[in-house]
């Protein structure tokens, strides 16, 4: 069975940084596609990055020059670097890939979620 683990989140001040990751792990043939999204209350999720096997990576207008997103596709790990964090970035941050596990068709997974607060 194919899981996306996150990990990283946490509460920091406004300005600071923080680094997510998530792996992906089970009998995983292929990975296209991997990103992050987020959910803040009252909205609905969001792109916040996403990055090809290849390395082409797209942003949200709004993060962009502050998130760096990176994957490891030996490890099938897939990373946001935030930085200059602001309140408005408070929000649930969701892994998704595009992948194709070995006995079942390619699918869209995704992790459990991991809290993101910026606050003071």
């Known amino acids: 069975q194919v899981q996306l683990v996150e990990s990283g989140g946490g509460l920091v001040q406004p300005g600071g940084s923080l680094r997510l990751s998530c792996a992906a792990s089970g009998s995983i043939f292929s990975i296209n596609a991997m990103g992050w999204y987020r959910q803040a209350p009252g909205k609905q999720r969001e792109l916040v990055a996403a990055?090809?096997?290849?390395?082409?990576?797209n942003y949200a207008d709004s993060v962009k020059g502050r998130f760096t997103i990176s994957r490891d596709n030996a490890k099938n790990t897939v990373y946001l670097q935030m930085n200059s964090l602001k309140p408005e970035d408070t929000a649930v941050y969701y892994c998704?890939?595009?992948?194709?596990?070995?006995?079942?068709?390619?699918?869209?997974?995704w992790g459990q979620g991991t809290q993101v607060t910026v606050s003071s």
């Open positions: 990055i090809t096997s290849g390395g082409s990576t």
């Open positions: 998704n890939a595009d992948l194709k596990p070995a006995l079942i068709r390619r699918g869209d997974y």
